[in-house]
DNA sequence: ACATGTGAACTGCTTCACAGCG
DNA sequence: CGCTGTGAAGCAGTTCACATGT
């Protein structure tokens, strides 16, 4: 891949993606950027520049063909394989993640929970098994997930993360509310409730 | 207030706060912005650009006082009041919110959950009280609570959206997997966890 | 005629580097 | 001397505007 991507472009990507199947499933053929542009809140010229770095996929006059761009979309966010996933913690947060219909739905698998809590080993969470943390580096070894999700205390988080690392999981979602460091060839995406809510504490705090 | 802040910095001034909890708790009395940059993944100079926006209070050749740094910035964040908070959608997401103890901590205040199923109506979701959706105008009027937490399916999420911020609830905190139009005086933020998987999935797909 | 693709201009965040002050 | 505070420089992401292709 020629240049590197920036985050805020492969966020909208997956936004654009998200109308293109809305529009695939209404049997739409073709779309503009000003379309996709309008549902994104975002600028025609900023969806064409988005879809430049990978190449050109539209036709001039006309827009882009829904179910290619779709199709190259995935293709590009890597949504065409299966990713295995591990969630860490069988808490609250785990639960509502494990009935999470949304991961299925994108190709994403959930292989198994980790706990230490005896009680809760053994079970069944939303249908996934509960496993021993002990067995964490021995199941990896087998299964081989592509994803570790976080969803530990925060003052844990950093020591599970360090043991996820070790076991060759190079991509982590981390929520724990915590700021996390790990070595560059790992990516960590830190959903952080508590900073969303400070940020709506600020915008409420300083209106004009 | 002078300048408008970039959200980015808001984000790093939440993290910072953090940080000085953690030294406060530990009765620490200075810190550098060295020292804060390190724990937040940044530099030394951006901690000292982003406190320069809300004045000086540092001592040079010595550092930062933690507890007045501390108090400014729960000052600017707004975490000097109790903010009230209701939780639309009554699911396993705001089961897992309606636990969370952070909300509490930093001085959110959970009133009350709604729902529409009939089931869940009356009940208690981890000691808070599930109310019928339909009474959400009125609850509004007597309550006023700031935040909503929007917790229900993409579908209904627009919709549900234009009711609360008919009620004039001016900060929304959405979990739906959707991007929303709201009125430039409405704050929207939204945790997008399909995104940032995608965001691994692109991760780990591009990788050199 | 119409909408894409893209170099160029612009905007704004980040980093640098150093003067200023304890 | 050490570390802050801050203009200036640098850089990255966004917007503009138009040539290009259908």
Redesign the pocket.
């Known amino acids: 891949m020629a240049k ?1 991507i ?4 492969v966020r909208r990507l997956s936004a654009y993606l998200r109308f293109l199947e809305d529009f695939e499933s209404r049997g739409l053929e073709t ?4 379309e ?1 542009a309008q549902r994104g809140g ?11 770095f990978f ?10 063909s829904v179910p290619e761009l779709a199709g190259r979309l995935r293709e590009i966010l890597g949504l065409g394989k299966e990713w295995k996933v591990i969630i860490i913690g069988a808490g609250k947060i785990g639960a509502a993640l494990a009935q999470y219909r949304g991961f299925r739905q994108r190709g994403f698998l959930i292989l198994a929970a980790y706990d230490a809590n005896e009680e809760k080993i053994g079970r069944k969470l939303e249908g996934i098994p509960v496993r021993d943390i002990t067995q964490l580096e021995r199941d990896v070894r087998q299964d081989r997930p592509d994803i570790a999700v976080l969803t530990v205390p925060a003052e844990e988080a950093q020591r599970v993360l360090d043991r996820v690392v070790k076991t060759g999981i190079k991509a982590i979602l981390n929520f724990a509310p915590t700021q996390l460091q790990a070595p560059a060839d790992v990516t960590v995406k830190t959903v952080n409730m508590a900073m969303e809510l400070e940020g709506l504490s600020y915008a409420l705090t300083n209106r004009d």
């Open positions: 590197r920036a985050d805020s472009t779309i503009s950027s000003e996709l975002t600028t025609s010229a900023q969806v064409r520049k988005d879809l430049s190449g050109s996929f539209g036709k001039r006059g006309l827009g882009y």
